[in-house]
């Protein structure tokens, strides 16, 4: 009876501590499942802030930029209008022109030169003009293009190396006309790569976050952060397939996934075409 009695004892503590252990790894179960579904959670979570927050920083630096560039446009029409002017009554005086480009220069801190040429293409007319030392820039598509269109609007070039500044610009040029139509120059504006970056660096794209700006070729212009423009070459194009395939397909505005930026990792990227400009 003794024996029977452990026996007994032993089975049921046997099948206790199964029933135990059967629970502790049931409850261990809810709880990685638990953990696995908040984790997911989370991540869709996180996902969808970078994408929101992507989305408006691309926003903000394209409205910022046209915001710019439209001022340019402006500023470069007001010098036409004053060349223009003044070729129609003759001539063209060139202390009263360049004090006209000082004056609209020191409005936009922006701009690293505002300029004018002749119709041969030599920049006679601006703030840091030498007369002794002119500059022709007629081998220029900034220069051809406008001279050899009527009725061409704002031009906007892919980065140049400046024969003045010495310096990588973007150049904003306009067609200037004699009072018969007639082409007599360009008046255009420069704003430095250098300056762009610092624009860019304006935003804050958190830690880890990159920005880039590139012309319709998807040539890189200029990126931030800065270790980006020493990394990257001026005009270099290594665009992620997804992007290739998006403004092909026609949109000017995105966001998506892919391998990207200098590191080679995963991110949330979103696009914007910059208006109707090529960048």
């Not at 007994?8 to 135990?20: C, E, I, N």
Request: glycine share 6%; net charge positive; proline share 3%.
């Amino acid at each position: 009876m003794a024996h029977s009695r452990s026996s007994g004892t032993v089975l049921s503590q046997s099948a206790y501590l199964k029933r135990l252990i059967a629970i502790v790894v049931l409850l261990d179960l809810c709880f990685i499942s638990i953990l696995v579904i908040s984790l997911r959670q989370s991540r869709i979570q996180y996902e969808e802030q970078a994408v929101i927050s992507t989305r408006n920083l691309a926003m903000v630096l394209e409205k910022q930029l046209v915001g710019i560039i439209e001022k340019i446009n402006l500023t470069l029409l007001a010098v036409s209008d004053e060349s223009e002017q003044q070729s129609a009554h003759g001539t063209t005086d060139v202390q009263k022109l360049n004090a006209v480009i000082s004056r609209l220069h020191a409005r936009l801190p922006e701009l690293d030169s505002l300029r004018a040429t002749n119709a041969h293409g030599d920049i006679v007319y601006g703030v840091g003009v030498d007369p002794e030392n002119i500059k022709n820039i007629a081998d220029r598509d900034y220069f051809t293009q406008p001279r050899n269109n009527l009725n061409s609007t704002l031009f906007v070039s892919k980065p140049v190396l400046g024969r003045i500044n010495g310096k990588w610009n973007i150049v904003f040029s306009r067609r200037i006309n004699q009072h018969d139509g007639s082409f007599a120059g360009i008046a255009f504006a420069t704003i430095t790569l250098e300056q762009l970056s610092k624009n860019l660096a304006e935003l804050d794209v958190g830690r880890h976050g990159t920005v880039v700006l590139l012309d319709d070729n998807f040539g890189f212009v200029v990126g931030h952060p800065a270790m980006l423009n020493k990394i990257a070459t001026i005009g270099q194009s290594r665009p992620s397939k997804a992007l290739v395939e998006q403004v092909k397909a026609g949109h000017t505005a995105g966001t998506y996934r892919a391998i990207a930026g200098v590191a080679q990792i995963e991110r949330t990227v979103s696009f914007r075409k910059i208006s109707t400009y090529p960048m």
